[in-house]
């Protein structure tokens, strides 16, 4: 057998391989503590459409100067966006505080 052709088969088996496998990215949403109700659901909804695609969503939510001292709303804001996605998306990472950010990652249910 020649191994030039032998080369040629393993490299195009690899690729084809290579075209199957399912890129996942993670996707990012920024929200703040100020962000009114129509503008979280707008972000939803591309939320919705990262998720659908297949892709991890990371929602982060990032305080302001005094903000810091109302971290309850913030984690009622991240249950609002957990409860409207629930249908297609499960939480990876509970909403977690870090410096001056929330963070909560979801992954897509399929």
């Not at 020649?2 to 490299?11: E, S």
């Not at 990371?58 to 109302?70: D, M, Y």
Request: proline share 2%; net charge positive.
């Amino acid at each position: 057998m020649d191994f030039g052709k032998y080369l040629y088969k393993v490299k195009k088996q690899l690729q084809k391989q290579r075209s199957k496998q399912k890129k996942h990215e993670v996707k990012g949403i920024r929200l703040s503590l100020r962000t009114d109700t129509h503008d979280i659901e707008t972000k939803v909804k591309k939320a919705r459409k990262f998720l659908e695609q297949g892709h991890s969503l990371k929602v982060a939510l990032i305080f302001k100067g005094r903000e810091l001292s109302h971290f309850d709303l913030a984690v009622e804001k991240m249950h609002v966006i957990i409860k409207e996605l629930e249908d297609v998306a499960k939480v990876d990472q509970a909403p977690k505080k870090q410096g001056y950010n929330l963070f909560m990652i979801l992954s897509p249910l399929k």
